[in-house]
């Protein structure tokens, strides 16, 4: 049986892909995995996706039966509420069903080592050899204990913002919880600070309100950001199913790139809460307005490749200020190294209190001090023998220059990054789960942002020189 781990777990279509009988497979491999490290206890959950109650609920039943005392959540749960749970109550890790961000008819299994961030390449490897080996442990007699899982966790994420800027305050909120696991936490937690919350999107529904892709990114926040505008809230926040990721719609309903958030949360941590001891870390597709805030607080930045077991590896390992992804995912010294998409949305509500200012006013301030960068990507499917094209002209050779400007510099920490003259890049990297290149890039402006990106792609029709 092949079954092959991404960056966040392994996920495919309900019945074609994502079967039961695969599922089983998969939780035996990692009950053995467990047992080869003399561990027995695992937190259990998942999301609002379809199955994903029953299949925790028989994830329980399967694993008690190997020996192991389970923790099951008692309620469709964010991720990062059962990493917290994993990691303080000393577990062995955690079983998650969820396809995050996936289209509807997607559900996954997450696995999550002891430390509850999500697990490396050596861990997921083993389960895969454990799999297509179809191995099994002996049968056991543990534990359920079904459990409510949030308590503990919101009084960890009031311990990690400054609750008292919200008094008084008069913010005003609307969520889109994308129909997930975060509805009924963090309008709760914002709701017991004092603000005035609107949810959207409130209620479980599979189907995600009829997304086909529930990202809370750009286009999947324009709702939200219209609902800001017409009823004049603060701020508009947002949390994918799973709640691990993060959408944040400005003060006049304008989506907040995480690719200025980032900074602009850093900016705050280290200058008003006065964070100075150690690093920012971000991934390789990350905008750098934020190593230039960093630069001005004396701080180093480290880039890793994409995806949050990078950034949550480096948490581990070392102290890490803030760690971030331009696709939504977030943590912060001391908390989980797992992406929390409601802590950075109150984090984001935090500095608007705080500041008396929306995050647009605070944006643009930002800008007028550091400076503005511009950064998109483009997905480009690619058809018929176009990788080997693509992989042919910039993977195993690259060019000497891209719109008329030189090539100064290859970076391969995750695809191709090519630095060009007049601080500006293009990236290039090859979707493992889908046939598709992905470009990024970054310049000064608009203007030359977009002419880059239209460099590359139109390159990937005709033949290499």
């Known amino acids: 049986m092949r079954i092959k781990f991404g960056t966040s777990g392994w996920r495919g279509i309900i019945a074609k892909d994502f079967t039961w009988d695969r599922v089983n497979h998969i939780l035996d491999a990692i009950a053995v995995l467990l047992l080869e490290e003399d561990r027995n206890s695992i937190v259990i959950g998942g999301d609002c996706r379809f199955l994903s109650p029953e299949l925790a609920i028989e994830a ?45 008819m997607y559900n996954g299994i997450k696995f999550s080592p002891w430390h509850g961030g999500p697990a490396d390449g050596i861990v997921t490897g083993r389960i895969e050899e454990l799999v297509a080996s179809e191995a099994k442990p002996e049968a056991g007699q543990g534990s359920v204990n079904v459990t409510n899982l949030l308590p503990s966790y919101t009084a960890e994420l009031l311990g ?87 959408g ?48 001005a607080h004396g701080l180093e930045v480290e880039v890793t490749p994409v995806g949050f077991k990078y950034l949550g590896g480096r948490m581990l390992e070392t102290e890490v200020i803030i760690a971030g992804e331009e696709s939504g995912g977030m943590s912060i010294l001391g908390h989980v190294p797992e992406k929390d998409g409601i802590l950075a949305c109150l984090l984001a509500s935090e500095m608007v209190c705080a500041r008396g200012m929306g995050l647009g006013e605070q944006i643009r301030k930002l800008w007028e001090k550091y400076g503005r960068s511009f950064i998109s990507r ?33 970076d391969r920490t995750d695809g191709v990054r090519l630095l060009l003259e007049g601080d500006c890049w293009v990236l290039i990297r090859l979707s493992g789960t889908e046939p598709l290149a992905r470009v990024y890039s970054e310049a000064p402006t608009l203007e030359l942002r977009d002419e880059l990106l239209d460099a590359v792609i139109s390159t990937f029709s005709r033949s290499p020189r």
């Open 248 to 295: 944040l719609v400005d003060e006049n309903g304008e989506f907040v790139s995480p690719h200025d958030f980032l900074p602009l949360l850093l900016d705050y941590l280290a200058g008003t809460r006065g964070l100075k001891t150690g690093i920012a870390v971000r991934s390789v597709t990350t905008g750098s307005l934020l190593d230039r805030v960093a630069a």
């Open 60 to 104: 329980a039943e399967r694993l008690s039966g190997y020996g192991f005392n389970v923790i099951l959540a008692d309620r469709p749960t964010p991720t990062p509420v059962l990493s917290y749970a994993c990691r303080t109550g000393g577990h062995g890790g955690v079983v998650n069903f969820t396809a995050s961000h996936n289209p509807p």
């Open 378 to 410: 483009r997905d480009v499917p690619l058809k018929d023998d176009l990788k080997d094209l693509v992989c042919e002209m910039y993977f195993e050779s690259e060019p000497d220059s891209i719109a008329g400007r030189a090539v100064t510099r290859v």
């Open 160 to 246: 990690r913002i400054d609750t008292e800027v919200f008094r008084g305050s008069g913010l005003r909120v609307v969520y889109d919880a994308f129909s997930g696991a975060g509805s009924g936490l963090l309008d709760r937690i914002l709701v017991d600070l004092g603000a005035a919350v609107r949810v959207i999107n409130g209620r479980r529904d599979p189907l995600f309100a009829g997304r086909d892709h529930p990202e809370p990114g750009e286009d999947g926040t324009r709702d939200l950001g219209a609902e800001v505008r017409r009823s004049g809230a603060s701020i508009g926040l947002a949390t994918d199913g799973d709640a691990d990721r993060f």
